[in-house]
């Protein structure tokens, strides 16, 4: 399952991408209609959600006439990405699911009728000398990015459902109609997006934004705070790739249908940065204390609505013991809750004195739910003498956090 991306400049936008994404969300260099010829650079895809990624490097020839240089790089660089970009649209509204680069089925694609798609075009080479404008470029919009715009980016937005949500946010600004000049790099928009509550204006006609936005912003206490707070949330990146293995190799060859494993790994990753922030606190914080008293179970509540149950298990239960166990403790956090459509049950095995290891993962879909099921759970309580403990982590923790 391992890909390698083509060149240099292929590979720094991979590795952006799955350090944003995560492996199980990114292909490199998807084959299209034809074998021989790639789809596009990246295609990420996590439903409904699908990111179309061309990255073109074109040299800017500064010993030529501007005006020449500039429709040559344009046309290369930008253009061609477009191109291929609509071409790799076109191609995937008739497909279930994505071809890798050595023809093996990879990543099922999500129905037409909820599938949202996302155009990015990264242009490298153009020495800021070429401006750079995204919009509709005939077929849908696309985002049109610098390499330094596009690190920045995928840096701050490293979760799909932050990127989403702010691709979303402009595509709408821009379609209803809104005029936008950026002075300096495009990172100056994302500033304007962050400080204005992850929103665009959506009556404006014209917008300009100020070339101080993003260094204004990043230079904030309290972005720096937030930055600071952030950092035990790729607990929850690592804990999602612990599963997935580097390369998706753990996962085995795709099937026809979605495994539960896959299911409750796409609801874990759809978690935005905020919310890991705080699952990733109160999984350290079982863990913790689940290694130093008899506490064997905890449920979260994510900001989600999914509902997460972690189980802490002792060495000496085997496999098919904590599958059993897993099964039944995430039956009994929907029933304990009463409500929620997606249950994730996550457990941790002590391997050796003072190491924890995580082990089965459990997924239950809870959208048929019934009173039978409640009574049935609350039977399972009764029998079992399970405990419940239900922890509802603060969903009104600041994403920048105000000084101490």
Known sequence: MNQQPVNKTEAFVLAVSRRSFLSLWCDSNPQGKNPSKELCDILVVCDPHVIIISVKEVHYQSDKDPNVASKRWEREAIDASVKQI????RWIAKATRVVRKNGLPGLRLPPLEIRRVHRIAVAIGGKGEVPIKSGDLGKGYVHVLTERGFEDQLTELDTITDLVGFLTAKEACMGAGCKTLVLGPENNLLGYYLLNHKKFPTDADVMMIDDTLWTGLTEREDYKRKKEADKISYDWDR????????????????????TGMELALRAMA?????????????MRDFVEQAM???????????DSGVIYVLIFFKPTEDRDRRLAVLNDRIGLARHTIGKGNTVIGIGFVESEPGTIAVCELGYLDATGWSAEDDARAEKLKAERNFETRLMRRSMTELEYPAAE
């Open 239 to 258: 804990l999602i790739e612990l599963y997935v293995g580097p390369n998706r190799e753990l996962l085995g060859e795709p099937e026809e249908q979605l």
């Open 270 to 282: 759809r978690e935005n940065r905020l919310s890991r922030r705080m699952l990733a606190g109160a």
């Open 292 to 302: 130093n008293s008899p506490l064997r179970s905890r449920t979260i509540c994510g």
């Open 86 to 89: 609509y071409g790799a649209e």
